[in-house]
């Protein structure tokens, strides 16, 4: 190796980021503008904040530390550290507590960006990820709360999937609470405790099982591979009563609030959960969303020391090879979160939200089916055979634009054939061939590439293939009309198959 070798960089990627070409982009701003669309249906409207916060909007940093700490990527700014925002929430908050007297109140946003987390990446664990986000805030009503699981319906199925390939839990905090306060579990103090404990073994239910959680919430566990995760030590009774409560999920919603009803006891938090558990399934009635979408499952606490009341997770489902009923896994998530915005006013300010991973969920569809590879309008592709009547060939490529066709005009220095290939590398449907003999004739040849790439796997004979209607010819001013033809025959945009 050269010196002058040596010296160039090595192109490469950070750890824990990715690129993205033409067709995860195009899916992913199909998404988003899917889910934009139910945003606004439902009254919520957009909101922008930088990359950049300071940490204590963040609230992500040690005091005693020369550097901000807790999975944030952060720089100096003056005397003042900022971080790159780890989610769309935060922002949120600080936006609230600085605007409040100039929003609307309730306040309805929604937002779509990159956050950062500087975690540990691994496989489909990125420290860059794309977040969606949508939430009300200054309401107490549960109204805000049901919505959630309508939105997420709404935009589950706008998406293409159907009823029976999703599933939306819905719990609420303060039923765990007053189960903890029945069976005597007394209050954590700076944020640790017993009752975090607890929190923490529930939350390993999908991973661990009922057996893994029970052992847990006793004297504690030892994995496969010889580690030991202390337990709760709680009393087999008490154990009894929380296995009880998680047990308590049914298709029918009010019979899980009435089991759950029994566990809280004489818990007047778990009482006023439970309540409220019963409003949202009122209003889940009232907007057709079903057992088949929406269930009470006691199970989901998610955000331990974060959410106040209604969480909700939303998963997809699908069938595998053997015809079983498999989770995708958790896609979405969120819930009631009344003390964020106090941080920065002193105030109670009421708060309730949900977040789509947009990056698992695009992943999900691609594995469900349901997302082409690339659904974007691949642009035509004019070709070049008269070097010297460049003029004529952007003239076409300017009309096919100003009549809403993506085209393309070939600038490179290859022959024919190798133009071809290269609109067929571009996924073009149609390229446009104009040599000599049609610009005499007033005359230009198009060739349907998606059906002629159909027609390949089945036509053999020469003959056969010549009187095929792959490739069609128009005289020059019908080139709009003749190109457009070509793109309804097949939708469009779609691929071929």
């Not at 160039?8 to 980021?17: E, S, Y």
């Not at 982009?25 to 904040?49: C, I, K, N, Q, S």
């Not at 709760?232 to 029918?252: F, K």
Request: net charge negative.
């Amino acid at each position: 190796m050269s010196p002058q070798d040596a010296d160039r960089p090595t192109p490469k990627v950070p750890r824990g980021f990715r690129d993205l070409f033409a067709a995860d982009v195009v899916a992913r701003r199909e998404m988003l503008a899917t889910l934009v669309e139910v945003y606004e249906r439902f009254g919520f409207e957009p909101l922008d904040t930088p990359a950049l916060e300071y940490v204590e909007t963040l609230g992500k940093f040690l005091p005693e530390s020369d550097t901000p700490d807790g999975g944030v990527f952060a720089l100096r700014d003056d005397e003042d550290w900022v971080a790159m925002r780890y989610d769309l929430t935060a922002p949120l908050s600080r936006v609230v507590a600085q605007y409040g007297n100039q929003l609307t109140s309730p306040y309805r946003r929604y937002q779509m960006g990159p956050v950062w987390r500087q975690e540990k990446p691994g496989p489909g664990r990125y420290r860059e990820f794309y977040q969606c986000d949508f939430d009300t805030v200054g309401t107490e009503s549960m109204v805000a709360d049901a919505e959630i699981c309508s939105v997420v319906a709404n935009s589950f199925e706008a998406l293409g999937i159907d009823r029976g390939d999703y599933i939306l839990r819905v719990n609420n905090r303060k039923v765990l609470n007053g189960v903890l306060d029945a069976i005597a579990l007394p209050e954590d103090e700076a944020g640790q405790g017993p009752r975090l404990t607890v929190l923490r073994a529930i939350d390993k239910l999908d991973r661990l099982g009922g057996g893994g959680v029970r052992a847990l919430l006793g004297k504690g566990r030892m994995d496969p591979s010889g580690d030991y995760t202390g337990g709760a030590n709680l009393s087999p009774d008490q154990i009894d009563i929380v296995m009880a409560y998680l047990e308590a999920t049914v298709e029918d919603r009010t019979q899980v609030c009435a089991r759950l009803r029994e566990l809280v006891g004489s818990s007047a938090v778990g009482d006023e959960g439970v309540r409220e558990l019963e409003e949202i399934h009122e209003l889940l009635e009232a907007m057709d969303l079903g057992p088949d979408q929406v269930v009470f499952d006691p199970s989901v606490v998610r955000g331990l020391a974060y959410y106040s009341g209604p969480v909700v997770e939303g998963v997809l489902t699908f069938d595998d090879e053997d015809g079983e009923r498999r989770e995708f896994g958790s896609v979405l998530g969120g819930g009631r979160y009344d003390s964020l915005v106090e941080r920065f006013t002193g105030n109670k300010i009421p708060a309730t939200g949900a977040s789509i991973g947009v990056d698992r969920l695009l992943t999900a569809l691609k594995a469900l089916g349901r997302q082409n590879a690339d659904r974007s309008q691949r642009p035509v592709v004019i070709t070049v055979f008269e070097r010297d009547r460049m003029v004529d060939y952007q003239r076409m490529a300017n009309e096919l634009r100003s009549a809403g066709i993506a085209a393309e005009l070939y600038l490179g220095s290859k022959g024919f054939r190798a133009q071809l290939k290269y609109a067929d590398k571009r996924h073009s449907p149609v390229a446009v061939i104009a040599g000599s003999n049609e610009f005499e004739k007033g005359e230009i040849t198009l060739k349907d590439l998606r059906l002629g790439a159909k027609l390949s796997k089945t036509i053999k004979d020469r003959e056969a293939w010549t009187e095929q209607p792959a490739q069609v010819t128009v005289a020059r001013d019908n080139l709009v009309a003749g190109v457009r033809e070509l793109l309804e025959r097949h939708g469009s945009t779609e691929e071929p198959t």
